[in-house]
Structure formats: C-alpha cells, structure tokens
Nanobody, 120 residues
C-alpha cells in the first residue's frame, strides 16, 4: 500500500515562516501530481498548491508570492515553504499525491494532516 506522511507543522507568529514536507512510501511505481491542501475550522478543504512530476506548479491566489511548492522525485517527497504567514493561514495542511502503485493502479492518496497555527 501507499502512505503519505507530513511533517513540519507548528506554531509561528504572523510574518514568520514554516516549512512542511510530505514523504510517500510503499509499493510506488510513479507519482504524478502532488499537492498541498488545507482545512480551517468550519471551512471546506481548499487547494494551496500543486506540482507536476515535471515541476509545473499551480498556486491558490492566497498562496501566490508567499508559498513555494517543490518536490524531490527520487525521495518521493513534496515540500511547502511558507513565508509571510498570516493568521488566516491557520489550518490543518494535507498533502496529496496521485500515485500508481503495484497492483492498485492510479489512486489519490492523502496524508494524515499537520496543524499550522499562526498567531497574530
């Protein structure tokens, strides 16, 4: 099977920075799009950023200019560098990957989530 495990969340003051990472493991043949999503209390999960296997990126308007998504295909890891954090960035952040796994075909997998709290 496939697992995605996030790390790097925590508490930071407004204006500060945090870096998240998400490592995929298991019987993985290929990982196509990987992404970061977030869900604040009482709100729906929303896109933060995605990155293709070739490195093409896409950002939510709220993340443009402040967040940077990157990935290491050899390590099967996706990163999110978050700068100039605001209180409204407070949420649980989830990584997602479109993974082709041995015997399972292509499926979307999600991490368990990591809490990011920005104090104002």
């Amino acid at each position: 099977q496939v697992q995605l495990v996030e790390s790097g969340g925590g508490l930071v003051q407004a204006g500060g920075s945090l870096s998240l990472s998400c490592a995929a493991s298991g019987s993985i043949l290929r990982i196509d799009v990987m992404g970061w999503y977030r869900q604040a209390p009482g709100k729906q999960r929303e896109l933060v950023a995605t990155i293709t296997r070739g490195g093409n990126t896409n950002y939510a308007d709220s993340a443009k200019g402040r967040f940077t998504i990157s990935r290491d295909n050899v390590k099967k890891t996706v990163y999110l560098q978050m700068n100039s954090l605001k209180a409204e960035d407070t949420a649980v952040y989830y990584c997602q990957g479109s993974v082709t796994a041995w015997g399972y075909g292509v499926n979307d997998y999600w991490g368990q989530g990591t809490q990011v709290t920005v104090s104002s």
